[in-house]
């Protein structure tokens, strides 16, 4: 089939993510791409500064329709809405992604390990048992609502908690915030949700605080969104401290992403 018969269609989801859809004559879809504002909460405390307006792209063309333009055209779409601003995008180690994330001037910066913690596997009695320590000094915090605009946890927690779609487990002393983790959840019938971190001011590392957020995240979460099932997260390659606690929570291995950048003109 040719190209020409392939329409590239503007379809925002409900919560009015940029989305395009690459569409075939049958009316099938045969590649999406999206944009999302990128999560400024992810490893370190305080966060890294990102450049303002960096969004992440997701896009995917089914396999049976590749090498035929579709995903450029897909990126074309995306580069004439974000004008001027920076993708980040992830991928898996294959060559022939790899081959069209830099042949369509993407920067590769680094890489990622995906990881996937099923409820189903948790023993909930012991995740309780680790909310239940005591950490003398520091105090749970819960926050839930939308994160949009927020360049900080402690932006978040100058407002009251309200519905939204991030749950945000922190602990604090002496009035501040020393760890965080932070989950996103979809629509109801995306049942898996992604979560950032935890990250522990350094100051406070060795005291199994990022444990106990995280324990403490995973009963939130589950109480104020029961659809969800399944938690995703991502560690950079040289944390091997959070990749360790990861397994400990029982996250297992999803594999390994390749991260590249773009600062669209």
Do not use: K
Not at 14 to 31: D, E, M
Not at 203 to 217: C, E, I, K, Q, S
């Amino acid at each position: 089939m040719s190209e020409s018969v392939i329409n590239i269609v503007a379809a925002p989801d409900h919560l009015g993510t940029p989305r395009w859809h690459a569409v075939t004559s049958p009316g099938s879809v045969a590649g999406v791409a999206d944009l999302r504002p990128v999560m400024p909460f992810e490893y370190e405390l305080p966060p890294t500064a990102l450049q303002p307006g960096t969004l992440e792209l997701h896009l995917y063309v089914q396999p049976q329709w590749r090498r035929r333009g579709i995903g450029s055209r897909l990126l074309a779409a995306v580069g004439a809405y974000a004008v001027g601003r920076r993708l980040i995008v992830e991928t898996a180690p294959d060559p022939a992604a790899q081959s069209f994330c830099e042949r369509h001037g993407f920067r590769r910066t680094g890489s990622r390990n995906h990881d996937l913690l099923a409820y189903r596997d948790i023993h909930h009695a012991w995740l309780g048992e680790l909310v239940d320590v005591e950490h003398p000094g520091y105090r749970l915090r819960h926050w839930t609502g939308d994160p949009t605009g927020a360049n900080s946890v402690e932006q978040l927690l100058r407002h009251p908690s309200r519905p939204g779609n991030a749950v945000v487990s922190t602990a604090e002393a002496d009035g501040g915030v020393v760890a965080y983790v932070l989950a996103m959840t979809g629509a109801p019938s995306q049942r898996r949700a992604r979560q950032y971190g935890p990250a522990v001011l350094v100051g406070h590392r060795g005291r199994r605080l990022g444990l106990w957020v995280n324990a403490a995240l995973l009963t939130r979460l589950r109480e104020i969104h029961p659809h969800v099932e399944e938690i995703e997260t991502r560690t950079a390659d040289e944390d091997s401290d959070l990749v360790a606690l990861h397994r400990h929570l029982g996250f297992r291995p999803l594999g390994r992403r390749l991260r590249y950048e773009l600062t669209l003109p």
